[in-house]
């Protein structure tokens, strides 16, 4: 059984005892959250798809873990004319364990 599931304007694919990374929440560490936006579940044969959320589908999940991604370099330049600029970036993010999977 999985579901897709919206969180920071991206879709996610999840089923139960898995980790996943997901845009900075606010909720505490050790906090259980239930997430409503599920675009679609499916179990076995069973394919439910939203327009655009499942009615009454909700994943739980666990929070574990606040931290950065990993650096991006951006870089810029134009040759011969003197430009050249270099900027970084590191993502704040969740981790979170999805408990179960409600529909």
Known sequence: MYAV???????????TDELLKVELLKAEKGET????????????????????????????????????????????????KHYHKEQGHRQWYTLLKIKAINV
């Not at 599931?5 to 089923?15: D, E, F, L, T």
């Not at 579940?41 to 009615?55: F, L, M, R, S, W």
């Open 33 to 80: 959250i239930k997430i409503e936006d599920v675009l679609m579940v499916v179990n076995g044969e069973d394919v439910k798809i939203g327009q655009p959320i499942v009615e009454g589908a909700s994943v739980e999940a666990e929070v574990i873990d606040h931290g950065r991604g990993d650096k991006i370099r951006i870089i810029k330049h134009k040759r011969r």
């Open 5 to 15: 599931i919206k969180s920071g304007g991206k879709q996610h694919r999840v089923s």
